[in-house]
């Protein structure tokens, strides 16, 4: 048994190790029993323990953290991404999870169950996650009550400024983040801005900005699908790290590629706004005389209204998608 926790790196079951020892289940929980005491007689700096109903050889509690800067990670980058997420807002559905995480955190909520990090109990057509006592453990937290791990996550990981209409974002990005406004801020605001070490914004407004906040500053198009992708692209080579956006990333392809398939014979199209011929060009549309295409804010005349002044707490892919049904709803009109 002390050879296979040393080995495996990770908690055992007891059906495992009865597997693998041809053991009873009696018989395995008296020998790991006995193994933990032999273990914290000797005054070491390891100890065998029992997590979540099973067992692990590990670092020592109170000397994980002098240690972590030379221990190999276990875990993916991404899981851990994923981790923190469902640690953070627990308790939180899996199909919420997803959401913010994409498809790939089925294959994470697995190995997090296997480990005995998370548990998860049915809940209508989804499960529902939570954090276990032995995730508290596993890292050597004094805690496993969920108000305390939010704390605790709040204080390791910094805080992102957005402005309102990017809140969409940072929720499908699953990133820590505070609502701002760097235009015109008000005692509250400042005092965020204080706080936060990068601000997601719109571009052109630089200047203004730095009227009021000194940190990092990214800019990120929502004009076209393809304003967006480069926009998070570099948000997460700031935030370093990019398996963060791989979700959100492949959605807005995708989109892509749906709203380049539905434009083909469509066209072409005059464009009378900038904003009305970056849609166009990202379509693939002709370019020429056409259906004339505005921005509502310079829309009068125009046969195709692209609207602009949409409602910051609307999705941001939804909002691209409206503008985009604009321009191909008008051009099949004028075809008819």
């Known amino acids: 048994m002390e050879a296979m926790l040393f080995a495996a790196g990770r908690p055992l079951s007891v059906e495992e190790i009865s597997g693998l020892t041809g053991l009873d289940a009696r018989e395995v929980l008296d020998a790991a029993e006995s193994l933990s005491r032999e273990y914290a007689s000797r005054g070491g700096g390891i100890e065998v323990r029992a997590v979540g109903g099973s067992f692990v050889m590990q670092v020592r509690g109170d000397l994980s953290q002098a ?21 953070y807002r627990q308790p939180i559905t899996q199909s919420d999870l ?25 809940k209508g057509r989804t499960r529902e996650l939570r954090t276990t006592r032995g995730f508290a453990e596993y890292f050597g937290l004094q805690s496993a009550n969920p108000e305390f791990l939010r704390e605790m996550i709040s204080r390791k990981r910094e805080m992102i400024g957005v402005t309102p209409i990017y809140e969409s974002l940072a929720r499908r990005l699953g990133i820590d983040y505070v609502v701002v406004n760097p235009y015109r801020p008000d005692e509250s605001d400042t005092a965020r801005l204080r706080e936060i070490r990068l601000l997601v914004a719109s571009p052109g407004y630089a200047e203004r900005i730095r009227e009021h906040y000194s940190g990092e500053l ?41 709203y380049r398939d539905r434009s083909r014979g469509l066209g072409p199209v005059k464009p009378l706004t900038p904003i009305a011929r970056e849609i166009a060009l990202d379509m693939h549309l002709e370019i020429g ?23 910051s707490h609307v999705d941001i892919l939804e909002r691209i998608r409206q503008r985009y049904d604009a321009m191909l709803e008008g051009l099949r009109q004028r075809r008819r």
């Open 67 to 87: 240690v972590a800067m030379v221990a190999p990670r276990e875990l993916d980058s991404s899981v851990i991404r994923t981790l923190a997420v469902i640690a």
């Open 218 to 258: 990214v800019e990120i198009g929502t004009s076209t699908f393809s304003k967006l992708k480069e926009g998070v692209e570099r948000l997460m080579l700031k935030l370093k790290d990019v398996s963060a956006g791989e979700a959100l990333i492949g959605e807005i392809d995708a989109a892509l590629r749906e």
């Open 289 to 311: 005389e056409g259906v004339t295409a505005a921005a509502d804010y310079k829309g009068a005349g125009a046969e195709i209204v692209i609207p602009t002044h949409q409602d």
């Open 98 to 122: 997803a959401r913010i995480r994409g498809n790939k955190c089925y294959e994470h909520v697995r190995i997090l169950e296997r480990m005995g990090l998370i548990s998860a109990s049915k």
